[in-house]
């Protein structure tokens, strides 16, 4: 037995995906770590893989065991993948909580709308202050990223400086929160960095990113040269473009509404922990309705199609008394997440059966994204100069290329992915364990495992259909009555004609009326006999086999 | 009343989607017009809309109604968007089918497969060739597209020369098949064309279309410099692409595999029906497993992420004794069909867990789409100069914008989208009737109707998951026994911590205890009864209200 310590890493979430980051780093003797996590967040059910469920975050079973091992929780800034979750996962963990004044706002509120306790959220300064938490000391490098007061962490521990960056881009002109200083950035790498854990999301653009303040001229023009009303949707937490937009709708004398409770609570938020100031007036939608249309411009939710959101309203008509009329002008002042092109197409025909110009960001005048592309992260590669660098936040696909491309620069790495425990402490990353991860899900008030067969069992009901079957067994085990049938989700009728439910009741008495007692005697079998007779019959009718549940009541003597 | 004769078109499909054509064209007095149909194409279902059902195409009531009426079935080229929903179609609307030798033969086997007789299936020449059908001269115009033997349709009435399009783009050098021949549509234009029913797809993209031509060098230079087995991967129906890839393949001193039906099939038909010829000498995939790898190129199906093709089986594993191996190359020569992206991402990055490099279409090196671009519009509608044009082929917003397109250059148009008739007749469109248009759906065996309620029960339970009541009733209208509780698609245990289904079963057993018996003679008032309290304690215990089923058996006396 060694009592060697030892700093290991091992995403529970992130790595793998993009989306549910949650990353553990731990250092001590093996087995005997002292544990932080880094960002707790959530990704999006879609109908396909997870019909009916609300949210999706990393199953953190492994870290709840060892909840005593753990010191800190630490959000690197207010993005839904990375703090979505926290509230759904505090109980379990019950660790203290470092952010940022902005992320810490919306980590209050989101406590606070379940009716938590709020104790256990920390504010903590920029770098050089300080969390030590257990073995380590933990600092939040500002960067710019999509969202105010985006953080890198320095995790300084016994075993060295490791920098995991958070989601990140290099813009020196970011409109709100601070610039990227790669000065600042230099002299954290100065020491020496172990290992750099590295956003990958955008591995793969090869032209150097773009400030957010390239957007302005762009968006001014076409805001300014819009002969009706202007409606532009962009993610809400991004609040530089937010003002962005709001600028260019004053400048071109247009009062200014947001609509979407999002949106608000986002300005909200970044005004409270100050780091937005000088935010164009607004007005209430219940004013607008009276300013001349041409004066408007609505900064509105909803840009990836959500169904509830202000823009899949206004598509649909009126929203708290606004709509879109012919000639009016509709920016789409973001990009489409992969997975939601067909919402946001939907809303797209909708507005332009209403007469409405769409204008989407083809060109790339009017959206830029908060990740650093392929240059960039050589760039923060070459300026942090680590031993070992772990790529993270990215499919498979994005962390293998990253891994590629550190390794053009001779930076030894390895592809992590989710539930791999990495041993830091060598000038190697070495895999030291599997650790069993998936994901938890969110349905209604109860969280439940996506292999929990629940979520399987809508899939195959949506998929093929569903036929109830009750039968009453009286008191000597014969048939009382017939059987009586329900479908769901089928067709009434298939190729002989006759409603399926009649000929399947017909089908079955005939069926058990040809069947012995020692069958009737016995729920098991005469399920399986049933099951059995009415996928066949449904196939011959309808060409299918639909999900059967056989409901045997029986009369006791 | 009015004996004069008009010149309509409608369609059914196509006209606000892209997928599923059907055009209808009319001559005659005003309700007594003789018909014919262009293209009777299908659209793919997708979970979120239409989950369990296989196929879906236009609602032809209409025109079944006035299959009398209806002479002809023209149609214009073999993608499944055209000629996928013949087969069910057929059989209501009874009608001679005319295509060209490839599209023909592709028909032929659909018919084939369901048994069908293929004697309805007509092959036409090119044009000048002419087929008669009731009032309607009409001709198929080569043209270049994605396909082999793709043709617009020649359609001449006394109301004047409708020329129609077809899926086409501007392609001189389109490798297999016609090139687009400029002279020869100059020379159908010569006496006016009153109508110009033009493809949409592409209104978008501003950059003039590129040859298929283009791609051979870029393919060519990277399979000659892959190390290990080449996989390529395009829409089987492209058999240009096909022969392009599979000459790259031989020409780089590899042995050409074809895997998946549909590749075979389409390279088949077009061998067949002389469409293609000196295609690279092929070999089977048992004689596959003994070349060595790096002397290996297989062109597969599954451009699109389908779960069933050979793309998505190799990604999880061994397909017809073919595995993927670190150091391979995956390339899509194809494009990712809005929808598809989720599918698609899957495969990249399970190749990606296999250390497999895939190269994606990044570049336009290895792609180039089959439809006309904006540039190549203007350049039909100057070459064809109608009187009218109407697009098709598009969502709303395609539509929209190539009415802008015509209108800049002074051509009459029209938005015309399924349903709505419009009278050719005179100078400018002129819409005349609206007809009730939907989808119908092949689900298993049984054609059912968008609308008729049963994918809105399936997306329900997927949603919602379900909860089944069972409750007998005896002579005395008193219950026998309790409630039987069945839950599907829902978390067994809730809020409370007890199970959920004996939780609602002591729960209903009390509140039927406490029922009067006017609500327990009274079927309708039980199920309302127990349906909203399983309602309410289910929001109470999961947070969410499911689908509930309540089934009442009552013993007779």
Known sequence: ??????????????????????????????????????DIGVTFPDMDTSPGVDLIFADISWLAERADQLDAIFITHGHEDHIGALA???????????????????????????GMDTDAIHIVGAYPEVVQAGPFKVSFLPISHSIPESAGLVIDSHAGRVVHTGDFKLDETPIVGEAFDAKLWGEVAKGGVKALVCDSTNVFSSAPGRSEVTLGPSIRHLVANAPHMVVATTFASNVARVKTLAEAGRDAGRSVVLLGRAMKRMIEAAVESKVLSDFPSLIPPEEAISVPREKLMLIVTGSQGE??????????????GMEMKPGDLFLFSSKTIPGNEREVIRIVNA?????????????????VSGHANRPDLQRMHKLMQPQILIPMHGEHR????????????????????????????????????????????????VLIGAL????????????????????????????????????????EVGASKVPLADLLEDDLTQLIGRTGDKVLRDDDKIDDLLRRRVRQVAMEELGRKPEVQIIVSRLMA
Chains 1, 2 share one sequence.
């Open 88 to 114: 759904m996962a505090l109980p379990r963990l019950k660790a203290p909580v470092y952010c940022r004044a902005f992320t810490g706002n919306l980590a209050v509120r989101k406590l606070e709308e379940r």
């Open 307 to 320: 169904r509830r959101a202000a823009s899949a309203q206004l598509s649909r008509g009126k929203y708290l």
């Open 452 to 491: 929990d067969g629940v979520v399987r069992d809508r899939i195959r009901m949506a998929l093929n259909g569903l036929i109830v079957v009750t039968l009453i067994i009286d008191e000597d085990d014969e048939p009382l009555g017939e059987p009586w049938i329900e479908l769901r989700g089928l067709p």
């Open 1 to 38: 037995m060694t009592k060697k310590n030892r700093l290991i890493y091992l995403p529970l979430g992130g790595a793998g995906e993009i989306g549910m980051n949650a990353y553990v780093y731990g250092y001590g003797p093996k087995g005997k770590e002292r544990l932080i996590l880094v």
């Open 398 to 445: 994005h962390l293998r290329a990253h891994v590629a491309l550190a390794k053009e620069s001779g930076i030894a790495s390895e592809i992590v992915v989710n539930g791999m425990m990495i041993d830091l402490t060598g000038e190697e990353p070495k895999i030291v364990e599997y650790v069993e991860t998936g994901r938890t899900y969110k349905d209604g008030a």
């Open 351 to 367: 507005f332009s059966e209403m007469g409405v110009d769409v204008v989407e960001d083809e060109g790339h005048l009017y959206h």
